[in-house]
């Protein structure tokens, strides 16, 4: 049986012991490296927090190769890489479909490494 | 070596690079014609690949008598094979100098095969960082004639066309820059997918619509390749000096634009298109008006998708090395967990756009 506290709730107390002990008696060239550790530790516990998202992501790679996607993911991904690279996805409701996952894809990405970002890009009306 | 001995090389290792220091002392004085000595001896915040290295030199005698503050860069021990050497770099540094674009004026190369290759340039002053430079107004005071600096300074880059003689070592110019970058993207993506036994979907897709609507080629001209914010130097509210030539080559000149409008480089303020400083109007007015083709913002979107291709192959090849244990770094490792981030800005660039 697994011992409690894990690793999620050993990861969230380092990092606030790093970040509310640490990092303000650094000196400034100290700094960088104790925040980049910080960071660090913020992805790995918002990885850890999350549901394993690889389902979501394994249905509409089936759905858009047309075949049951591999396990591990990979494989499936390259065979889309190599699709997409050949043109199979340059138009119409093709390129909808690729899309929409890959977008999805990119949300799921985005929640572990960087939050922030997942807001709409605005771009220049 | 036959280098004038000079006073500090008694001095005791205060363990700030002694040996190397006292090299460079002996070929500084060579390169000057004159007895001379390193006063100070400051590493500046540097890449991976580079070192970059602040002095206070004083020459005793010679056509360089007098007290100098220079950078001294240098190789850091993991040089990376896509990078210019160092006597490349200074070529570089010569031509674009003698061309009248903003840079610190090459002044020595030293290699002398005994160690790493070096050289020394005059000092600039001014603050590179990005996220001061895009947040606090008092660096910048007029940030729309900042971001015509920037332009007016690319654009007197950009008047150096191919064939260069000293520059011969940058090879052919390509006959099309933006298909040579898609087929150099992909041949980066397959080196990587095959270490690693994976893909990258959402690249592979900005590839084929770049592939697809790969615009008519400019002539080539010589590029900086790494023309944004956090790499030149801004001192009292205006352009002084563009730094780290190392990625410098041939290549359409819109290439480098959309490198300096693209949304990963604007730091503190993503509204401000050219790097987080000003307009992406005022940008281009300045390229325009200093000589540069004129370039709609539409027509910059495509190269701002390139730029973002660039940077996320480029975050895969740096995790990569820590991941391989090539190099362990944090922030070698860290450096993968901005592709998606990239990947987002590819597909809300090209959605909109067949």
């Known amino acids: ?125 | 070596m036959n280098a004038p001995l000079h006073p500090s090389a008694n001095r005791p290792d205060d363990g700030s690079g002694h040996e190397p220091r006292l090299r460079a002392e002996g070929l500084l004085a060579l390169a000057c014609g004159g007895p001379l000595e390193l006063e100070s001896w400051e590493r500046l915040s540097g890449g991976a690949i580079q070192e970059n290295i602040a002095v206070e030199a004083r020459v005793a005698t010679g056509p360089h008598a007098g007290k100098h503050a220079w950078v001294l860069r240098m190789d850091a021990q993991s040089a990376v094979a896509v990078s210019l050497s160092r006597e490349s770099e200074f070529a570089i540094l010569r031509a674009v100098h003698a061309a009248g674009v903003l840079v610190p004026e090459p002044l020595f190369l030293c290699a002398d095969g005994g160690g790493p290759s070096f050289f020394a340039m005059r000092r600039v002053p001014g603050v590179t960082a990005g996220h001061r430079l895009t947040k606090d107004d008092t660096l910048v005071p007029d940030r729309p004639r900042l971001a015509r600096e920037l332009g007016a300074n690319l654009a007197r880059l950009h008047r150096i066309a191919p064939p260069v003689a000293s520059l011969a070592f940058l090879g052919d110019a390509p006959a099309d820059g933006a298909k040579a970058c898609v087929a150099d993207y992909r041949r980066g993506l397959d080196e990587l997918g095959a270490v690693r036994g994976e893909a990258w979907p959402a690249l592979e897709w900005g590839l084929a619509w770049c592939a697809r609507h790969a615009p008519a080629p400019l002539h080539s001209r010589l590029l900086h390749r790494d023309y944004r914010t956090g790499n030149y130097l801004v001192h009292e509210g205006r352009l002084t000096a563009v730094l780290d030539w190392e990625f410098a080559g041939w290549g359409d000149p819109r290439e480098d634009i959309g490198w300096m409008l693209a949304r990963c480089w604007r730091f503190a303020r993503p509204d401000r298109e050219a790097g987080g400083i000003g307009s992406a109007e005022d940008f281009l007015a300045g390229y325009a008006a200093e000589g540069g083709a004129g370039v709609s913002w539409e027509e910059t979107i495509y190269w701002q998708v390139l730029a973002h291709l660039r940077w996320a192959l480029i975050a895969l090849q740096q995790a990569e090395r820590h991941r391989s244990g090539s190099q362990a770094s944090l922030e070698l490792a860290l450096t993968a967990h901005i592709v998606p981030e990239l990947e987002g800005e590819i597909l809300a660039l090209t959605k909109a756009r067949p």
């Open chain 1, 1 to 125: 049986m697994k011992v409690e506290p894990g690793a999620r709730e050993l990861l969230e107390a380092a990092r606030a012991a790093l970040v509310n002990e640490v990092i303000p008696l650094l000196p400034a060239d100290k700094r960088y490296a104790a925040l980049m550790a910080a960071n660090a530790m913020a992805i790995s516990i918002r990885e850890l927090s999350l549901p394993a998202t690889e389902a979501g992501e394994r249905g509409r790679l089936a759905a858009l190769l047309g075949q049951p996607a591999s396990d591990p993911i990979a494989e499936a991904n390259r065979t889309l890489a190599a699709r997409i690279r050949e043109g199979a996805f340059d138009q119409g409701s093709a390129r909808a479909a690729l899309l929409g996952h890959l977008e999805a894809t990119t949300r799921e990405r985005l929640a572990v490494s960087n939050p922030r970002a997942l807001r709409p890009p605005q771009e220049k009306p």
